[in-house]
């Protein structure tokens, strides 16, 4: 099995994925908590998710890294920082609510505020991947990030090692 080519759109989808589903499995628990008194096992979930989520964005962030050079030969600087920068965040505001959400395990009235407190902090970190994601759109979309990964015609009759076959 190969890798995708280009690998950075293959892994961006899992950490917006997640950035839509942590404030929804959050929300429940807190509701759980409010209804039996402990957040229990499904904060635990909670937790895993948003660690999921760091540790996606930081693939998504590194692959983005690793394939902007080729995109620069395509679409200006400009419209790539923006979106470098907007995943940044979305990487850092996501590292800080985990944080939150990690105190969130605390026993009592500790655990509650920071459980409402990571709550806001998930809502953040989804509007953060939605602008990353919109960006990453107007990349490929609008400004033609895609053609840096568009085979011509002459590539088409070359092999996989560069081999010209008859």
Do not use: C, K
Not at 28 to 57: D, E, K, M, N, P
Not at 74 to 88: F, K, L, T
Request: hydrophobic fraction near 50%.
């Amino acid at each position: 099995m190969a890798w995708p080519d280009p690998l950075h759109p293959a892994v961006v989808h899992l950490p917006i994925a997640l950035a839509l589903l942590v404030p929804i499995f959050a929300v429940s628990s807190v509701l759980q908590a409010r209804l039996t008194g402990s957040a229990g096992r499904s904060w635990l979930v909670v937790v895993a998710l948003q660690v999921l989520l760091v540790g996606s964005g930081w693939m998504a962030v590194e692959t983005g890294e690793h394939e902007e050079e080729r995109v620069e030969a395509v679409v200006a600087e400009r419209p790539i920082e923006a979106h470098e920068e907007a995943g940044e965040r979305f990487q850092l505001a996501g590292a800080a609510a985990l944080v939150l959400i990690g105190a969130g395990l605390a026993p009592g009235r500790a655990g509650g505020a920071a459980r409402g407190l990571a709550l806001v902090a998930t809502l953040v970190v989804l509007f953060l991947g939605i602008e990353a994601g919109r960006l990453g759109g107007e990349l490929v979309y609008e400004h033609g990030a895609a053609n840096a990964y568009v085979r011509g015609p002459h590539d088409l009759a070359l092999g996989q090692e560069g081999e010209h076959h008859d």
